[in-house]
């Protein structure tokens, strides 16, 4: 006749089974999340506190995607550096201007959340006077502002040869490729957000680099994404 187990060695038995079950939900889950950041679904998750993340040239088909970048990396501060709906060109198309200010008012929304600070300077796509009205953490921007954002000096423009001028310890820009994000030799920072998001931590003078989804280029040139 079997001999029955004790009741130590029964919830023993049953400790380990449910550790086991949770350790095989937790693999699983894991590689669904790197399957989706691979797929570009997602961004990489990133603990944002204390740091900020440049974004531009945002299409509004990466609203989404930027929705969840916020919600997996959670920055202290995000800067803008122009084009909140870089595929309504404003400037040849002024008949969009509705749609353009239904888009904006929906990414500064995403953008926005409690203890953190939106700094957004505007593109040659934006327009200030179709904003909505803005709560005070989130300020918006006409040309080059320098500021200091956790305790580190920023110059911010949509155009790179606004921060030649005057760089100081980062250089935040966007509107197109032509000047590519460097390091000078007196360790100046030159970003360009187009090409990436950055995630910079100025008290550990380290920035790291988060990827826009596949689509982005075709659309802020106005082209459908088709992947290959």
Same mark, same amino acid.
């Given at each position: 006749? !079997? ?10 038995? !049953? ?6 079950? %949770? ?7 894991? #590689?669904?999340? +790197?399957?989706?950041?691979? @797929? ?6 990133? +603990?944002?506190?204390?740091? /900020? ?12 995607? @930027? ?15 122009? +084009? ?10 002024? *008949? ?7 888009? *904006?008012?929906? =990414?500064?929304? &995403?953008?926005? %959340?409690?203890?953190?600070?939106? =700094? /957004?300077?505007?593109?040659?796509? +934006?327009? *200030?006077?179709? =904003? ?30 606004? /921060? ?17 994000? #460097? ?7 030159? =970003?360009?957000?187009?090409? *990436?998001? $950055?995630? &910079?931590?100025?008290? %550990?003078?380290? /920035?790291?680099? @988060? ?14 994404? $088709?992947?290959?």
């Amino acid at each position: 006749m !079997k001999e029955r187990p004790s009741l130590k060695v029964y919830l023993l038995s !049953k400790l380990r089974q449910t550790f086991e079950t %949770a350790k095989i939900k937790r693999r699983l889950a894991e #590689f669904a999340d +790197d399957s989706f950041v691979r @797929l570009g679904y997602l961004p990489e998750k990133m +603990d944002g506190l204390g740091k /900020i993340l440049h974004i531009s040239d945002t299409p509004t088909s990466m609203y989404g995607y @930027l929705a969840r970048t916020m919600h997996r990396v959670n920055p202290s501060v995000v800067a803008h550096t122009g +084009d909140l709906a870089d595929d309504i060109k404003l400037d040849m198309y002024p *008949a969009e201007a509705g749609r353009y200010a239904l888009a *904006a008012g929906r =990414l500064i929304n &995403i953008l926005l %959340a409690p203890h953190r600070k939106v =700094l /957004i300077v505007l593109g040659n796509h +934006d327009r *200030a006077d179709l =904003l909505p009205s803005l709560p005070p953490e989130c300020s918006v921007h006409e040309g080059t502002v320098e500021v200091k954002l956790l305790g580190a000096n920023f110059r911010i423009s949509h155009y790179a040869e606004k /921060i030649m001028e005057k760089p100081v310890q980062y250089n935040l820009f966007g509107h197109d490729l032509s000047s590519r994000s #460097f390091l000078d030799g007196e360790g100046r920072y030159f =970003l360009n957000g187009i090409e *990436a998001m $950055r995630l &910079i931590d100025p008290s %550990a003078d380290e /920035i790291k680099t @988060l990827a826009y989804p596949k689509s982005a280029n075709g659309a802020r040139m106005m082209r459908a994404y $088709r992947p290959k």
